[in-house]
């Protein structure tokens, strides 16, 4: 059972989607507006302003730092919501939070630092000026001589651990206003059992008391990237009730699709949960082993027409 307060951030503010791509081409602030009231009404928490470009449609940086002036004050006369502001670009921040009007719409969320970032000093530091909440992405850690890739569900942890610490160090930031992102896969091309080591590393997470209070989230849309459109969404679903079983609660979402999660006990959730146990390495196995497993299981959810009803 969910004790946490579950929220989430409407992610309809993107590229990746054909109405914010219209509204960026043609410079629409009523269409930022509309993406803006739509996912209010639908019952999001925050809104992300992603203007990054996506394979459909390439966008420049001047692009972005010209429109943000805009488009934040447009967003924030349609919804009282806060935003999120996603980009790994300090200047994208710089920008985006000068032109926040915080006594509008309460404390933001810069999205995200990471350990790859660059300027990323800067990037803390935008944290504790502007005393916003932040995304840490925990699927790359620090290593001698550089940054990596992590390859387990510890590397994640210890990821969002470094981070808690240095934010609190620096960005003087409390548990509460750190929100960790583990990393999520695309489950159909998942042959690597990143899925698993994102919700295991949730547990960890959980169970550390000294990261009591941090928030958890992934990026949904990624999830079923590549699935059946009559499965999509009821696979998204089911992924977030065992996510929040495993301590996900502040997730980015497409609200029109899956703005929360199924039954526990609903046909979905049961075969993805038999699906992500396929890609549990056995004694003596390979990754790549169970991860192909893995992958044959998640091929058979969209033949099988009981766990694809009402999608």
Not at 40 to 48: E, I, K, P, Q, S
Request: contains cysteine; glycine residues 6%.
């Amino acid at each position: 059972m969910r004790t946490r307060t579950f929220q989430t951030i409407g992610d309809l503010i993107n590229n990746a989607y054909g109405r914010a791509r219209k509204a960026f081409r043609e410079r629409d602030l009523a269409g930022y507006q509309n993406l803006a009231k739509l996912q209010t009404a639908l019952g999001v928490h925050y809104l992300d302003v992603n203007l990054d470009g996506t394979q459909q449609i390439q966008v420049k940086p001047r692009e972005m730092l010209d429109l943000l002036p805009e488009v934040i004050p447009a967003l924030q006369e349609a919804s009282p919501l806060p935003l999120c502001f996603d980009n790994p670009s300090v200047e994208y921040h710089k920008v985006a939070l000068r032109h926040y009007d915080r006594k509008r719409s309460g404390r933001p969320i810069l999205d995200s630092i990471a350990a790859s970032r660059e300027r990323l000093d800067e990037m803390i530091e935008l944290v504790r000026e502007f005393d916003t909440m932040v995304i840490v992405m925990a699927s790359e850690r620090f290593v001698e001589g550089g940054t990596a890739q992590c390859l387990s569900s510890r590397d994640v942890y210890e990821a969002a651990k470094h981070f808690v610490e240095l934010l609190a160090q620096k960005a003087n930031r409390s548990n509460d206003q750190i929100i960790v992102d583990p990393g999520l896969a695309p489950v159909g091309a998942d042959t690597y059992g990143l899925v698993n080591m994102g919700l295991d590393a949730m547990r960890l997470i959980r169970n550390d008391p000294a990261l009591r209070g941090v928030h958890i989230t992934v990026g949904l849309s990624n999830f079923a990237w590549g699935t059946p459109k009559h499965v999509r969404h009821e696979i998204e679903k089911a992924y977030l009730t065992i996510a929040t079983e495993a301590g996900l609660d502040f997730p980015i979402v497409n609200p029109e699709s899956a703005l929360a999660p199924l039954p526990g006990d609903h046909p979905m959730v049961s075969s993805l949960r038999r699906v992500l146990e396929q890609g549990r390495i056995a004694e003596g196995e390979t990754r790549e082993t169970a991860g192909f497993r893995q992958a044959e299981a998640v091929m058979e959810l969209w033949k099988n027409d009981d766990t694809a009803e009402g999608a």
